[in-house]
């Protein structure tokens, strides 16, 4: 039952399930050609994720005004 590859892209990422989930990670990443990747821990994606959403509300309610 091997698993078919997935190809992830400039800006895309991968492995955030199991950080969002507190599972396993599904998979091991394999570059195809030189890359760089930020790597973050489960606090710091958290933090992220509240900064977006509060810029997009922000950027929501200023048209609204």
């Known amino acids: 039952s091997g698993k078919q590859p997935i190809t992830v892209g400039r800006t895309e990422m991968f492995g955030e399930s199991a950080l969002k989930d ?25 933090k992220a994720r509240v900064q977006k959403d509060v810029f997009l509300a922000a950027t929501r309610n200023k048209g609204s005004k």
């Open 22 to 46: 507190n599972g396993r990670r599904q998979g091991t990443a394999k570059c195809t050609e030189d890359a760089v990747c930020l790597v973050i821990g489960k606090k710091d994606m958290e």
